[in-house]
């Protein structure tokens, strides 16, 4: 009989299918995008969103960067991300 899990615990998904799309949609453009103009193209909730951007953070695939004057963070992907969304795809 498999353990139930408890409250709190997670299984440690290095990539699920947000994020994939989140790295597919910023390694096929050009511009610059904000975390809303990622956010729109996905069609999700803000607080669903940044879960997946804390993780993406944390595994060091994209970074974010604050816009000067604004409350705008621009989105990145980096060479760990490219590499990781090569392997996925």
Known sequence: MPEKRG???RSNILLDEVD???LKILN???A????SDVQEKLNISYASFKIH???LLLQKMITKKRVPKTYKHILKIILKGRQALRIFN
């Open 7 to 9: 409250s709190g615990k």
């Open 20 to 22: 994939r799309d989140i």
């Open 28 to 30: 096929n453009t050009v």
């Open 32 to 35: 610059d995008l904000s975390i």
């Open 53 to 55: 951007v804390r993780r």
